[in-house]
């Protein structure tokens, strides 16, 4: 699991915040914050809002998909793609253009076809939890 200090959407004063409440991986974020009882109580402890635990959870499902390196994080970014929900609002298609074009730009190898659909069937079945 991925540590909360690779969310690029979450400011250095919840980081520190959160890591007071025991939570040092986006594992244990998305675990903490499973619900949407949870995310409340998680952004009352934190000082954040529900909407601000969103954004971070976002994210973090990102992160956990499988096959996910560090650096494809910074590939997705360049594509616009900062979320699981950025990824599920586009077809396979314009995903898969948008991850290549990102590569050329960052000048590096860009996924695999079996990488990007399955991380693009991930976030859907995801999405459908």
């Known amino acids: 699991m ?6 690029s959407r979450i400011e250095p004063v919840y980081l520190e915040r959160l890591e007071k ?7 244990i974020l998305l675990e903490v914050s499973e619900t949407p009882a ?3 109580y998680l952004a ?11 954004v971070w959870r976002d994210e973090a499902l990102m ?10 994080h910074q590939l997705f970014v360049q594509a616009g793609v900062e979320g699981l929900r ?17 590569a050329r ?16 069937e991930q976030a859907h079945t995801l999405a459908e939890e």
């Open 21 to 27: 409440q025991g939570i040092f991986t986006t594992g």
């Open 86 to 102: 950025d990824m599920l609002a586009l077809p396979l298609d314009e995903f898969r253009v948008r991850l290549a074009r990102a």
């Open 2 to 7: 991925p540590p909360i200090t690779e969310l």
């Open 63 to 72: 992160l956990n998909l499988a096959a996910f390196k560090p650096d494809d």
């Open 44 to 54: 009352d402890h934190v000082d954040a809002s529900p909407n601000d635990v969103l």
């Open 38 to 40: 949870r995310r409340q």
């Open 105 to 120: 730009e960052l000048n590096v190898e860009p996924p695999d076809d079996l990488r990007t659909v399955i991380w693009y």
